[in-house]
């Protein structure tokens, strides 16, 4: 594989899983990891990437970054739009940070009156904009790579809350691994949200359907939703309604 073809998978991976390791990419590749670790630091020494130890940020995760940059941002719009209008008056709500759950964040109507609980800093950042709605902040080792807290006291306090929703972004999704996740310490953080909410809801682009990382967050017998940009009628989640998921 040349080199630009190379950089130009390693772009596409960090837009569609936010987040990379270095290892990952070497064996997807099959090229060593001071190759993955010269080609990360063009491209991001070129502003496409953000480099991190092991691996690789998308740029989603600067402050700067504004809607229009955010990797297929019309799509993630539409699944903000439906996931906002599942929350109703007096509800709480959980959910992790990612892309997607900031557009459902400024999708939310002004008039709702809701609770929501997040360790993600950018989603708890977005949240306290809305007018009407309670914010609760899930406080421990904050994460650099993906900007939520993580560690036992943020489980611990996780497991205090009993919510009517969880939101999850997520990072890959099959019938056959579950939803899962490359990052170990925030896989922790999503289990235990998911065992404390009634309802859990999958956000996710249908690029990331079919696809799986190296951890398990749970078994798709473990969502009770799933919400793309495509119609809920698609061939592709045929097996997911298979495996008791609504599609919408």
């Not at 998978?9 to 936010?18: C, D, E, R």
Request: glycine share 4%.
């Amino acid at each position: 594989m040349l080199k630009q073809e190379r950089q130009a998978f390693i772009v596409h991976q960090v837009n569609l899983h936010n987040r990379v390791l270095s290892s990952d990419l070497s064996t997807q590749m099959n090229v060593s990891e001071d190759t993955i670790r010269r080609d990360l630091q063009e491209l991001a020494d070129k502003g496409k990437i953000i480099k991190v130890h092991g691996g690789a940020l998308s740029r989603s995760f600067s402050s700067s970054i504004n809607s229009s940059s955010v990797y297929n941002i019309d799509a993630k719009k539409s699944i903000a739009q439906k996931a906002a209008s599942l929350i109703k008056d007096g509800m709480f709500v959980m959910s992790t940070g990612g892309t997607t759950i900031i557009e459902m964040a400024k999708a939310l109507p002004d008039n709702l009156h809701a609770t929501f609980i997040t360790g993600s800093l950018p989603a708890a950042l977005e949240y306290v904009h809305h007018p009407t709605i309670e914010v609760i902040f899930i406080g421990d080792k904050l994460s650099k790579s993906s900007q939520i807290t993580i560690g036992a006291d943020a489980i611990l306090k996780i497991r205090q809350f009993k919510v009517d929703l969880c939101f999850l972004g997520i990072n890959a999704l099959d019938v056959k691994h579950g939803l899962t996740d490359n990052d170990y310490d925030v896989v922790q953080v999503k289990k235990a949200m998911i065992e404390s909410a009634d309802n859990v809801i999958a956000l996710s682009i249908s690029e990331k359907i079919n696809t799986s990382q190296s951890i398990q967050v749970c078994k798709v017998n473990e969502l009770d939703t799933l919400i793309t940009e495509l119609s809920p009628d698609d061939k592709i989640f045929q097996p997911y309604k298979n495996a008791g998921l609504t599609i919408l």
